[in-house]
Structure formats: structure tokens, C-alpha cells
């Protein structure tokens, strides 16, 4: 997800290297039918972009689910759920 989420904010002229892109993954294991499956994987990304360019991160970040071939291939059976923060740097 982190390497799809990458190229929208490179194609948007927002570089993703070195350490500008940084994400915490967390899964959330269930039974609801008596065996265990992960049910949800709740994302928070921490960006730096250039002044200027918030908009354009926060664009990036809500439709790059729709390009990503990990959760394209979950959809429907685990819920994704997506934070971030945004700090511009010169």
C-alpha cells in the first residue's frame, strides 16, 4: 500500500524519498464464525511534503486505495481504515 500510495504522491510532483513517507500498520484479528481472520487493517501515514503541496497529498490520499492491488484484492473482505498526518518542509 505504502509503495502505491508513494507513486500518487510522486505523480503529483511530491517526492516520497529519503523518509518522507512513513506508515503505522496495525490488523485487528476476529472470530466471527469461530476461526480467526483479520477483519480490519487500520493505516496511519505521517507525511512530509513541500510547502504548498497539502492539497495535493491529501488528494493523493484519498483515492490511491482504488489503484492499489493489495486492497483491491481485500475488498469486500477486510475493512481498510486510513489517517495521516501532513507536515510541510521547506
Known amino acids: 500500500m505504502v509503495g502505491t500510495l508513494s507513486g500518487a504522491l510522486e505523480a503529483r510532483k511530491i517526492p516520497t524519498s529519503p523518509n518522507k513517507v512513513e506508515a503505522q500498520v496495525q490488523g485487528t484479528i476476529e472470530a466471527p464464525e469461530g476461526v480467526l481472520k ?41 475493512d481498510f481504515i486510513h489517517s495521516w498526518d501532513i507536515i510541510e518542509i521547506d
Open 38 to 78: 483479520i477483519t480490519k487493517i487500520s493505516c496511519h501515514y505521517s507525511l512530509k511534503v513541500p510547502k504548498g503541496k497539502t492539497a495535493a497529498a491529501e488528494r493523493a490520499l484519498s483515492v490511491f486505495e482504488q489503484g492499489c492491488p493489495v486492497a483491491q484484492t481485500l475488498k469486500g473482505a477486510v
